[in-house]
C-alpha cells in the first residue's frame, strides 16, 4: 500500500508539471511574464512549491527594476520568510532584495541575519561566500560587530572563494564602522600572505581602499606579489600595480653607482702601447637598480602582452617613473599597439603616448608612420596625433621630417576648417622647434597659403607667420615687405591686421628706406570699409609712425644744434603729422568706442612732441617672444594612466606619484620567505593543486 502511495503521488506531480508546461507553451512570450497582483505575489512567496517560490521572487526583482519602478517593500516580510526553505535556487534572489531594503527597513532586516550567520557554516563553499558578502552589504551599523567576525570566520576559511570574499568584505565593514579599522587591518595582514593569487589580488584592492598607508604590511609579503601578479585577474594586477609603484617610491631610493668609464677606439689603441702602471682609472655615476625593484620590474614585464589595455598602462605607468632610462624602451611598442583597438581605448592610449613623448620623444620615432592621420578618424584621435607628430619632429631624420611636413601640408589645404587650423599651428611648432633651414622651409609653405582662397587658411596661416617672424626679427625684413604687398589681395580681417601690426613694429628699422609711412597712406583711405579689427591696428600703426617721426626729428635737431644750419621741415606741417593727425580724426568718428578711446589715449600720450618718452616706453617697447608650447605641455603635472590625464584637470581620487625617499625602509622580505614560497608552490604542483 505505502509504494502505491508513493506511485500516486509521483504521477500527480507529472500530471502538474504536464499542466504547467503545456500552459507555458499555450501562452505567448511577452504574455507570461505579466503583472500580477499583490496578494497573488504573496501567495506565491507563501507556497511551499520551489517553482512557485522562484517565480514570486522573479516578479518581485523584476518590479523593482521596471519603468517606471514599482515599490516593492510591502513584500518584505513575505520574502524574508523564504529563506527558511531548504531551496538554494532561491537564495541569490532573496539576497539581492535584502541588500537593497535593508537601509530602509532595518529592524525587518535583522530577522535575517541570524540565518545568514547559520550559512556561513554551510558545506557548499558557494553559499558561505554569498553569505559573509550580503552580509557584509547590508547597510545597517548595528550589525558591524557580526561582520568583523564573519570576516575573522572567512579569512581561516579553507576555500579560498570564501577568503576572497572576507577580502573584499573588508571595505564594506570599514565604511560600515570605522572602529572595526584594527580588526580589519589584521585579517589583511592574513590575507595578503595567502597562497593563492585570486585572493591575494582582492587582499590588495581592499589593502589600497582601506590602509594605503600602511606599507609595513607589505614588506614581508612584496617578493610573493611580484611574483604572483602574472597570475592574478586584471583587477588584482592594476591594484597591484599602483600599490607598487607607490611602494618603491618609498622604500627603494635613488642610488647611484661607480661605472667605469668606457673608452673611445683612439684611447684604447693609445693604451695599448703606453704603461699602464701609473694610469689611473675614470668612473662615472650611474644609475643603481636595487634587486628588489629590479625584481618587481622583471616580474612585470610579461604584462605588457595583456589583453586588458588598462594593465599595459598601468605597467607603462611604472616602468616610467620606476626604472632607469635603460629600461623604457620595453613599453613603446605595447603603446603602440594600442592604437589598433577600438575609437575610446585609442584616445586614452594617445595621451598616455603624448605623456611620454613629452619626456622621452626619441623613443617613438621609429614608429613615426603610426600617428599618420586617416580620413576617417574624430577630432579628438587626430588632434593627438599631429601633437605626437609634431614632438617627434625635431628628434627625426631628414626623410622622416619631409615626410611630416608633406602630411601637414595636405591636410592644411582640405576642407575641415578644424583640421586646416591645427595643421597649420603643427607647422608653427615644427618651424619654432627645427633647425634654422627646416624653419625657413617651414616658412615658405605657409607664405604660399597667404594666396589660397580660403579665409581662415590665409588667417592661421599669416598668425603663425607672424610668431615666426617675431622670433628672428633681422632675418625677416623682406618677408614683411613681401607680406605688405599682399594687403591689397587679402580679405581675411585677421591675416590683414596681423601684418599691419608686423608693418608697424618694423616701422623703425632703416628710417630712410622704410614702407611703413606708405603703407599707412594706402589703408587710410579705405579705412570706413575696414573691420574694427583692422582698424584698431591701422590706428596703432598710426601712432608708432608719428612716434618714430617725432623720434627722428628730435635726434636731428639735437645734431643740429652746435651748427648754423636752419631745420628744414616744420614737424607740425610734415606729411606724417598731417597723415597721423587725419588717422586720429577718422577714429575719433568710428562707431566702436574701443577704437575711440585708443585714440584719445594716443593723440595724449603723442600731445607734446618734446616729450616722447612715455610713448615710446609704451608702443616701442620690446615683445616677447612668442612661444607655441605644445598642447598638452599643460597636462605634464598628471601622472601617466590617470584620470585627470585624460580629463585635462586634477581630480580628487586621482593621487600623484610620491618622490623619492631619500631614507631607505628596511623590507622584512628575505630569503627564507623567498624559499618558503617557492616549497609552497612545489608541494602544490605535486598535490595537483596548481597547474
Keep these: 500500500m505505502e509504494s502505491v502511495a508513493r506511485l500516486s503521488s509521483l504521477l500527480e506531480t507529472a500530471r502538474d508539471l504536464t499542466l504547467e508546461a503545456a500552459r507555458d507553451a499555450a501562452v505567448p512570450r511577452k504574455f507570461a511574464t505579466r503583472a500580477l497582483p499583490p496578494q497573488q505575489i504573496k501567495k506565491l512567496l507563501d507556497s ?13 526583482v523584476a518590479m ?31 539576497y539581492n532584495y535584502l541588500v537593497h531594503h535593508a537601509e530602509q527597513d532595518p529592524d525587518t532586516a535583522l530577522l535575517a541575519i541570524n540565518t545568514i550567520q547559520k550559512s556561513l557554516s554551510d558545506p557548499n563553499p558557494a553559499i558561505r561566500a554569498m553569505a559573509l558578502k550580503t552580509m557584509s552589504a547590508i547597510r545597517v551599523p548595528v550589525i558591524s560587530q557580526i561582520v568583523s567576525l564573519a570576516i575573522k570566520k572567512g579569512v581561516s576559511d579553507l576555500s579560498p572563494l570564501v577568503r576572497k570574499a572576507a577580502a573584499l568584505a573588508c571595505v564594506k565593514c570599514v565604511r560600515l564602522d570605522p572602529n572595526t579599522r584594527p580588526l580589519v587591518e589584521e585579517a589583511l595582514a592574513t590575507l595578503l600572505a595567502d597562497k593563492q593569487y585570486f585572493v591575494v589580488g582582492a587582499a590588495v584592492q581592499a589593502f589600497a581602499e582601506i590602509c594605503p598607508t600602511r606599507l609595513d604590511l607589505i614588506h614581508p609579503v612584496y617578493r610573493r606579489l611580484c611574483k604572483m601578479v602574472v597570475d592574478m585577474d586584471e583587477w588584482g594586477q592594476l591594484a597591484v600595480l599602483h600599490l607598487m609603484t607607490t611602494y618603491a617610491r618609498n622604500c627603494f631610493p635613488q642610488r647611484t653607482q661607480k661605472v667605469k668609464r668606457a673608452q673611445t677606439r683612439e684611447q684604447q689603441s693609445r693604451d695599448f702601447y703606453e704603461d699602464l702602471e701609473d694610469k689611473q ?11 628588489d625593484l629590479d625584481l618587481f620590474l622583471i616580474s612585470i614585464q610579461p604584462l605588457l602582452q595583456s589583453r586588458n589595455s588598462a594593465v599595459i598602462v598601468s605597467v607603462a605607468r611604472a616602468y616610467l617613473y620606476l626604472a632607469p632610462p635603460t629600461h623604457i624602451h620595453h613599453i613603446i611598442g605595447p603603446l ?22 613629452l619626456q622621452k620623444p626619441e623613443l617613438f620615432t621609429p614608429h613615426l608612420r603610426h600617428f ?84 581662415t587658411l590665409v588667417g592661421e596661416a599669416i598668425e603663425v607667420v607672424r610668431h615666426l617672424i617675431q622670433r628672428a626679427p633681422d632675418e625677416h625684413r623682406k618677408t614683411v615687405v613681401r607680406l605688405a604687398k599682399n594687403l591689397d589681395t587679402l580679405t581675411s580681417s585677421t591675416a590683414r591686421a596681423s601684418i599691419i601690426w608686423l608693418v608697424g613694429e618694423f616701422a623703425g628699422f632703416e628710417p630712410e628706406d622704410n614702407i611703413a609711412a606708405d603703407v599707412l597712406r594706402i589703408l587710410v583711405k579705405k579705412y570706413a570699409d575696414e573691420t574694427n579689427e583692422v582698424k584698431a591696428q591701422i590706428v596703432l600703426l598710426a601712432a608708432k609712425v608719428y612716434l618714430h617721426h617725432l623720434n627722428n626729428t628730435s635726434e636731428a635737431r639735437k645734431a643740429l644744434q652746435g651748427t648754423d644750419e636752419p631745420t628744414t621741415e616744420d614737424p607740425d606741417e610734415s606729411p606724417v603729422t598731417l597723415l597721423y593727425q587725419h588717422t586720429m580724426l577718422l577714429a575719433r568718428y568710428t562707431p566702436s568706442y574701443d577704437l575711440r578711446d585708443r585714440a584719445r589715449l594716443f593723440r595724449a600720450l603723442l600731445a607734446n612732441p618734446s616729450s616722447t618718452e612715455l610713448a615710446s616706453l609704451l608702443l616701442l617697447a620690446p615683445k616677447p617672444v ?11 603635472i598628471f601622472t601617466l594612466g590617470s584620470a585627470s590625464l585624460v580629463v585635462g584637470e586634477g581630480l580628487r581620487e586621482d593621487e600623484g606619484i610620491p618622490d623619492w625617499s631619500e631614507s631607505e625602509e628596511e623590507s622584512e622580505s628575505g630569503e627564507e620567505e623567498e624559499s618558503e614560497y617557492e616549497t609552497d608552490s612545489e608541494e602544490d604542483e605535486k598535490a595537483g593543486l596548481v597547474k
Design 64 to 94: 523593482r527594476y521596471a519603468s517606471p519602478p514599482q515599490p516593492t517593500l510591502p513584500f518584505f516580510p513575505a520574502v524574508l520568510k523564504t529563506l527558511s526553505t531548504p531551496y538554494p535556487s532561491t537564495r541569490p534572489l532573496v
Design 336 to 357: 603602440i599597439a594600442l592604437l589598433r583597438s577600438p575609437q575610446d581605448i585609442q584616445q586614452i592610449a594617445l595621451y598616455n603616448i603624448v605623456q611620454v613623448c
Design 281 to 291: 682609472e675614470e668612473y662615472d655615476d650611474a644609475p643603481y637598480l636595487d634587486p
Design 372 to 455: 599618420l592621420i586617416h580620413a576617417t578618424e574624430a577630432s579628438s584621435i587626430w588632434r593627438l596625433k599631429l601633437e605626437v607628430l609634431t614632438l617627434l619632429f625635431p628628434h627625426s631624420s631628414k626623410d622622416n621630417q619631409d615626410l611630416i611636413l608633406a602630411e601637414l601640408d595636405h591636410f592644411s589645404r582640405g576642407q575641415d576648417m578644424e583640421l586646416v587650423r591645427e595643421s597649420v599651428r603643427a607647422i608653427g611648432r615644427c618651424a619654432q622647434s627645427s633647425s634654422a633651414q627646416t624653419s625657413r622651409r617651414c616658412l615658405s609653405l605657409l607664405l604660399k597659403q597667404v594666396h589660397s582662397p580660403d579665409e
Design 48 to 60: 511551499r512549491n520551489e517553482r512557485d517560490i522562484l517565480d514570486g521572487l522573479r516578479r518581485v
Design 626 to 636: 612668442p612661444q607655441a608650447p605644445s598642447p598638452s605641455e599643460a597636462r605634464k
